[in-house]
């Protein structure tokens, strides 16, 4: 596709539900990123994926926290039982290639709400 | 520790007028950077990039970065600033090994009409 795409834009979800975010990275990226931004602040690593291989999630802040690559395109972020603390966007990022010299592509983001 | 830091939290600008946010890093080695603007409900989109050469980088909408190693900065600058202009900036680097970025803490620009 033309840019990172993310869905849902938008998710609600009562404390205790499960959520699953998906991002779908630009047609080719062979690196994937999840980033969680709360309020105000910057966004901060969560994992890091080079195609279907996790190579870094020491971002995750708890083991209620899960991602997925299977096939090395479309990624699923999960979060089970969620807590008021998830409240955040969570960014979806791309890059050709692994490396510290690639460019990073972001998407618009999962704005999640935990009640 | 490795980090990026971004001072100011908050900038008012009148429209036309210049503006220059501050970065500063500390990593051992030449870091590559990044500036992200993101405006209010979307995204991060990438204004520019220094990776290595001419330490004066330019970026899409009339944006520039100077890299200086003495003073561990890479400030972004643009010489007269549009209401559009308003958002808030994030300067970026993967200061570990591979290309996970450390964000700075943002700055918010507000634009005086």
């Known amino acids: 596709g033309a840019g990172v795409s993310q869905s849902p834009r938008y998710k609600v979800a009562k404390r205790g539900q499960d959520v699953a975010l998906r991002c779908d990275p630009i047609?080719?990226?062979?690196?994937l990123f999840w980033y969680q931004q709360a309020l105000g602040q910057g966004p901060e690593f969560l994992t890091y994926?080079?195609?279907?291989?996790?190579?870094?999630k020491s971002g995750l802040p708890s083991d209620r926290f899960f991602a997925e690559r299977p096939e090395g395109s479309v990624s699923t972020l999960k979060i089970q039982r969620t807590q008021q603390e998830d409240s955040a966007v969570y960014l979806c990022?791309?890059?050709?290639?692994?490396?510290?010299?690639?460019?990073?592509?972001f998407g618009e983001g999962s704005w999640l709400t935990v009640v | 520790a490795q980090s990026v830091t971004q001072p100011d939290i908050h900038i008012t600008v009148s429209e036309g007028a210049s503006l220059e946010l501050r970065c500063n890093y500390s990593?051992?080695?030449?870091?590559?950077l990044f500036w992200y603007v993101q405006s209010p409900g979307q995204g991060l989109q990438l204004l520019l990039k220094y990776f290595s050469g001419d330490t004066l980088v330019q970026g899409i909408k009339g944006f520039e970065a100077e890299f200086k190693r003495s003073q561990s900065s890479f400030n972004l600058r643009k010489p007269s600033v549009h209401w559009s202009d308003a958002a808030e900036y994030f300067c970026?680097?993967?200061?570990?090994?591979?290309?996970?970025?450390?964000f700075g803490g943002g700055t918010r620009v507000l634009v005086k009409p």
């Open positions: 990593y051992g080695a030449t870091p590559y």
């Open positions: 970026a680097g993967p200061l570990a090994a591979g290309n996970k970025l450390t």
């Open positions: 994926f080079q195609n279907e291989a996790q190579l870094d």
């Open positions: 047609s080719g990226h062979v690196s």
């Open positions: 990022a791309s890059s050709l290639a692994g490396g510290a010299g690639n460019t990073i592509y």
